[in-house]
C-alpha cells in the first residue's frame, strides 16, 4: 500500500495527465451509425463496454452499468434487432450468453469511441520507444484497479439496496 503522502503525490499526477489525454484524443460523439440511425447514448455506451476478447455475461454488464438485469436485456435486444451485436451459447457452458459485436456494432464501436483511433496512433507515436511499453503496462494497472473499484462500489450498492 502507498503511504498517504504518496498516494496524495499520484493522485495530483493522475489528475494532471489524465485530463491532457482526454482532451488530445477525444472524439465528438455523432451516435449513428453509417445509414444515419441514431442510437441513445445508452445503446452506445453499452456497445462500447462490449469487449471483442472477453465478452461479458448479461449480468456482468449489467452490474457493471448500473442497470437491472431485465433492463440491459432490453438494450440488449434492441441492439440485437438493429444487426449491432448478436448472442450466442458458451459453447463451454451452456447456460452463457456471450454478446459479440457484428461488423456493424464493431464500426459503430469505434466510430463513438471515447478516444479517436487517428489521434490515439499520433499521440502513440510521439512516446520515445523506450518508455511506450512501461506507459502502457502502467496504463493497463490503473484500468485493472478501475475495474475492481467498480466491483467494489456495485457490491456496496447492492448491499445497501437489500
Do not use: W
Not at 7 to 17: C, E, N
Not at 18 to 31: D, G, I, K, V
Not at 65 to 91: F, N, P
Request: charged letters at 30%; one cysteine or more; proline letters at 4%.
Amino acid at each position: 500500500m502507498v503511504p498517504s503522502k504518496g498516494i496524495d503525490r499520484s493522485l495530483g499526477r493522475l489528475m494532471r495527465a489524465y485530463p491532457l489525454l482526454y482532451l488530445a484524443c477525444h472524439r465528438r460523439h455523432t451516435l449513428a451509425d453509417e445509414s444515419g440511425r441514431r442510437l441513445t447514448a445508452q445503446q452506445a455506451s453499452v456497445l462500447d463496454h462490449l469487449d471483442e476478447h472477453r465478452p461479458p455475461r448479461v449480468s456482468e454488464l449489467a452490474a457493471h452499468m448500473d442497470v437491472t438485469e431485465a433492463t440491459m436485456s432490453i438494450h440488449l435486444s434492441r441492439l440485437e434487432q438493429a444487426g449491432y451485436l448478436k448472442r450466442a451459447r458458451d459453447a463451454s457452458d451452456g447456460r452463457r450468453v456471450l454478446l459479440r459485436l457484428t461488423a456493424k456494432g464493431r464500426r459503430v464501436k469505434n466510430e463513438n469511441s471515447v478516444f479517436d483511433l487517428a489521434l490515439t496512433r499520433q499521440l502513440i507515436g510521439l512516446v520515445p520507444p523506450g518508455q511506450l511499453e512501461a506507459a502502457l503496462a502502467g496504463l493497463e494497472t490503473l484500468a485493472r484497479a478501475a475495474e475492481a473499484l467498480m466491483r467494489r462500489r456495485h457490491l456496496e450498492r447492492k448491499k445497501k439496496s437489500q
